[in-house]
């Protein structure tokens, strides 16, 4: 049974980031070997984590192509919801970057200061192939870096065997966790192959875990040097990435999924509890709460997620997250369930809210969540698969200081500076400089702006 407690009743450490992870020696060895060993570190650590470890990694855009037609003839309902993600995703992403400006202002006569949005040149995306393969987030990856300009996006996904192997891995009883199949063809879930095609990957490896992120991180005889990387993972993805963090630059440090919706009684139990389960399923450590000023709410959604958990295929899950990390609150007021949801700072929220003048002033005074979700018919899970919004969000508190993965991530925002020789602004910046110069002690900064004057 989910836990309801009064919002007086909070203890601090519910408002606490939450770290799972930690200082993680094995991915400091990791990358260390990757980086001096390249291709033969991956090719070992291959046969030691994953189910193949395949004679060469590059996955041919043939496969790619292969692995999207399969699923468009075989499954044309995914693939047409893929293709559904992809388009509202793009065009979303494509908006983002109308909204990053190139302009040159004169600040002064003859001083002309501007910026530039410049893509970076090669973008790697990591995308995880554990116990649920994550299509959607090939296409949370991928599209805003195609949208923002990339020339090449490259894509590490985990091994698997391929189809031409798959006979001799059985006889040879591998190709299962601990158990490799060694020196096959390089391959993928077929479903990611097929979203990085349809989002229009450049290249594509069979490499996971810490290595691939070491490896698009330094680069190796065929994974190339990536300027940038996001995607999610597990702790050892994600300790790898804090690692490399300033060799190249990251996304965000993701933990544990986590929904907050704030609720009056406006709301349907049966949907709430629907949304709150959604997010318990990903993971034991996820969290799900619930907001409200109702107590009679409160117990009709504790009761309703009792009676869906019953009938849910992914019930181990799920019930561990909402009995070990679910709570609902009741607050004296909606107005507090939005300030509980500020100090929060939730990777997700909704309003399960009429629309109103209620809704707007809380729409309004709320403002720490890495995407928010307004209206009962604003379902998180869209957001999560096909609305256009980016699923890779801040966990843990982090949307206090930061958003979820967009076309910026991918841009780098640079200045310029055109200043015309003699002009009223170039001498007032000499003369402003030389004195700023002198101050500091610098007489080299001093003399190269007044050497200007002369």
């Known amino acids: 049974m989910i836990k309801i407690q009064l919002y007086k009743d909070i203890e601090p450490e519910f408002f606490d980031g ?75 992403a494509k908006k983002q970057r109308e909204s990053f400006d190139d302009f040159e202002v004169e600040l002064e006569p003859g001083v002309f200061t501007g910026q530039k949005n410049i893509a970076v040149d090669r973008a790697g995306a990591y995308v995880p192939a554990g116990r649920f393969p994550l299509v959607s987030s090939v296409v949370m990856t991928i599209t805003p870096a195609v949208a923002a300009g990339v020339k090449e996006v490259v894509l590490c996904t985990p091994p698997r065997v391929h189809p031409d192997d798959k006979a001799a891995a059985e006889q040879a009883g591998t190709g299962v966790p601990g158990k490799p199949f060694v020196g096959g063809k390089p391959y993928a879930d077929e479903n990611i192959m097929a979203a ?95 907001a409200t000023d109702s107590e009679e709410l409160a117990k009709a959604v504790a009761g309703e997620i009792e009676k869906q958990l019953a009938v849910l295929p992914t019930k181990s899950t799920a019930e561990q997250s909402v009995q070990n990390y679910g709570r609902i609150i009741v607050c004296e007021s909606i107005e507090q369930a939005a300030e509980c949801a500020n100090r929060k700072a939730p990777e997700h929220l909704e309003l399960a809210m009429e629309e109103g003048a209620v809704r707007d002033k809380i729409a309004s005074i709320v403002h720490n969540y890495g995407s928010l979700f307004v209206g009962h018919g604003s379902a998180e899970v869209f957001g999560d698969y096909a609305a256009g919004l980016n699923h890779t969000l801040p966990t843990s508190g982090s949307a206090r200081f930061t958003g979820g993965l967009s076309v910026r991530m991918f841009l780098k925002t640079v200045t310029t500076l055109r200043a015309i020789p003699g002009s009223k602004g170039a001498v007032a910046s000499a003369n402003a400089s030389g004195t700023l110069g002198d101050a500091e002690g610098l007489a080299g900064h001093a003399r190269a702006a007044r050497i200007r004057l002369e």
């Not at 390249?38 to 291959?46: K, P, Q």
């Not at 810490?210 to 040097?225: D, H, V």
């Not at 440090?253 to 997010?279: C, H, M, R, Y």
Request: proline share 5%.
């Open 196 to 290: 990085a095609y349809i989002c229009g990957v450049t290249k594509a490896f069979a490499c996971g875990g810490s290595q691939a992120i070491g490896a698009m991180a330094f680069g190796t005889e065929s994974i190339p040097r990536c300027d940038v990387i996001v995607g999610p993972g597990n702790k050892f993805v994600a300790e790898a990435k804090k690692l490399v963090y300033g060799t190249v630059g990251i996304d965000m440090l993701a933990g544990p999924t986590e929904v907050f919706i704030i609720a009056d009684k406006s709301a349907n139990p049966a949907w709430v509890a629907a949304d709150l389960l959604a997010q318990a399923e990903h993971d034991i450590v996820a969290q799900p709460v619930m």
């Open 18 to 92: 939450r770290d799972f992870g930690g200082s993680i020696d094995i991915v400091k060895d990791v990358l260390s070997d990757v980086k001096k060993r390249g291709d033969e570190a991956l090719s070992e650590y291959g046969a030691k984590f994953d189910v193949s470890a395949p004679a060469s990694i590059e996955i041919p855009m043939s496969e790619l192509k292969a692995a999207a037609e399969k699923m468009q003839h075989e499954n044309p309902e995914l693939y047409k919801a893929i293709e559904y993600s992809h388009d509202l995703a793009l065009r979303f």
